[in-house]
């Protein structure tokens, strides 16, 4: 599936909370229900608008991006991966600012040494 993290909107892919959102949705109303879907496609559900599953996503980019080989059964673990990968990117881009925040403190500090030294 092609999604995209916030800081990448100028391109045409469906955004990775949104996904999980859906499929949050999804497993909460009908996985807990009913378990003989399992074999089903999942596309069967998630393109299917009237069931108000996506949050402020166009309908022919999700019919466009959706993978048709996902199942219901594949919905769950589908749904931890992407959630670790949303985790996993603010992680990183948290870091990258404590980093890149620790590197002027210390080229700062380094300045006023020699200046005062």
Known sequence: MNYYDM???NQQLISAKAFAFALKRFIYRFLLIDSNIKNLNLNIYLLD???????????KLIEKLFPTYLLVSHAYNCYNF?????????NERQNNTS?????????????FKKFTG
């Open 7 to 9: 800081e990448n909107q």
């Open 49 to 59: 608008f009237t069931l108000n599953l996506w949050n402020d996503v166009e309908e």
């Open 99 to 111: 980093t890149s925040t620790f590197r002027k403190t210390s080229t700062r500090t380094k300045k």
């Open 82 to 90: 992407i959630v670790a990968e949303i985790e996993k990117t603010v």
